[in-house]
């Protein structure tokens, strides 16, 4: 995943979603280049995610903002990069009570 961060700012503000795990109110998706490659003998999808994230923050502060948090579900990521630099990134491990829910790269 690589993901570019756009330092604008902009008044609106999203509900919470209880059936997501991302940070929507700090960090908008605003554009998804998927590049994947698919192996149907193996069952396996290979692909590179670019993000274009408009980081919003607090009070429309997008420095305030401290990491992205996307949505996942039965993913093996290996890398992440911000603005080409690798990044350091985290994957939760599924609450068994919401698995629903997936999991959350942070």
């Given at each position: 995943?690589?993901m570019?961060a756009?330092?604008?700012?902009?008044?609106?503000?999203?509900?919470?979603?209880?059936?997501?795990?991302?940070?929507?109110?700090?960090?908008?998706?605003?554009?998804?280049?998927?590049?994947?490659?698919i192996?149907?003998?193996?069952?396996?999808?290979?692909?590179?995610?670019?993000?274009?994230?408009?980081?919003?923050?607090?009070?429309?502060?997008?420095?305030?903002?401290?990491?992205?948090?996307?949505?996942?579900?039965?993913?093996?990521?290996?890398?992440?990069?911000?603005?080409?630099?690798?990044?350091?990134?985290?994957?939760?491990?599924?609450?068994?009570?919401?698995s629903?829910l997936?999991?959350?790269?942070?």
């Open positions: 995943i690589t570019t756009a330092a604008t700012t902009t008044t609106s503000r999203l509900a919470r979603d209880p059936s997501s795990l991302s940070n929507p109110d700090q960090a908008h998706i605003t554009h998804l280049f998927w590049d994947a490659s192996n149907f003998d193996e069952q396996l999808i290979i692909a590179k995610a670019t993000y274009t994230v408009q980081l919003v923050g607090n009070n429309d502060d997008p420095s305030s903002v401290k990491n992205v948090k996307l949505d996942t579900s039965h993913l093996d990521i290996h890398s992440v990069y911000v603005n080409d630099t690798p990044a350091t990134f985290s994957l939760t491990v599924p609450d068994h009570q919401k629903h997936g999991s959350c790269l942070e």
